[in-house]
């Protein structure tokens, strides 16, 4: 089955920085990437998805890109703020309403 | 802003009792989930559920494991005989047309099994 790894566990930056997070998927008939955002005590949130389709989509200070020759893709967050420390997990899927299997998750702060 | 709700926020047990968790969905969505994250641990996909019945399980879902929607509204994921290995946060989740794309996650319901 598909596996997703994902780095850093860890991510620690300055306000005003910008924060990359990138993932790696083992089956090459994965096609729906999202990633989420997950506050303390709550759901995972999506905050941007792309699909296999597309190598690149940005929605503000975010945006992901895909690599689907060597099966990676990251998370870039521009301009952070305090308000976007979480742990951000990426994912896929063989479709977008099907199974997603997660990366292990990556706990960013962000240091007014 | 519709969302998925879940009940109870949190649940404690004794190992070998039954345990239903609580969802309602987003209410015209089609596509309901089970996810669960065991602390520490990725998130894991245990069940998929469209047109009232499975569309697909994990290996994780073994006879233990049951969902139902049983009026429309509700959609409960029942553990039969909790294992001290159960304890998770699980979280229900639902989706709308397909290739729509986006799940929408509940906050968890955190299970612990003593």
């Known amino acids: 089955g598909e596996n997703v790894e994902q780095h850093p566990s860890t991510l620690s930056v300055q306000e005003g920085d910008s924060a990359v997070i990138k993932c790696t998927y083992s089956?090459?008939?994965?096609?729906?990437f999202p990633w989420y955002k997950q506050e303390l005590g709550k759901g995972p949130q999506l905050i941007i998805d792309?699909?296999?389709?597309?190598g690149e989509k940005k929605d503000q200070r975010i945006a992901v890109t895909l690599n689907k020759t060597a099966k990676h893709f990251s998370l870039h967050i521009t301009e952070t703020q305090p308000e976007d420390s979480a742990v951000y997990f990426c994912a896929a899927s063989l479709t977008s309403y099907g199974k997603l299997t997660f990366g292990q998750g990556t706990i960013l702060t962000v240091h007014p | 802003e519709p969302e998925v709700t879940q009940t109870p926020s949190h649940q404690v047990t004794q190992m070998g009792q039954e345990v239903i968790l609580r969802c309602v969905p987003i209410?015209?969505?089609?596509?309901f989930y089970w996810y669960r994250q065991i602390l520490g641990q990725k998130v894991e996909f245990l069940v998929s559920f469209y047109n009232n019945e499975i569309s697909e399980k994990s290996e994780i879902f073994d006879d233990q494991f049951s969902v139902e929607r049983p009026d429309g509204s509700n959609f409960t994921l029942k553990i039969r005989s909790t294992k001290l290995e159960d304890s998770a946060m699980y979280f229900c989740a639902s989706s709308g047309l397909a290739g729509v794309g986006e799940l929408f996650f509940g906050e968890g319901s955190r299970l612990t099994v003593l």
């Open positions: 792309i699909r296999s389709n597309v």
């Open positions: 089956d090459s008939a994965s096609n729906y």
């Open positions: 209410s015209n969505h089609l596509y």
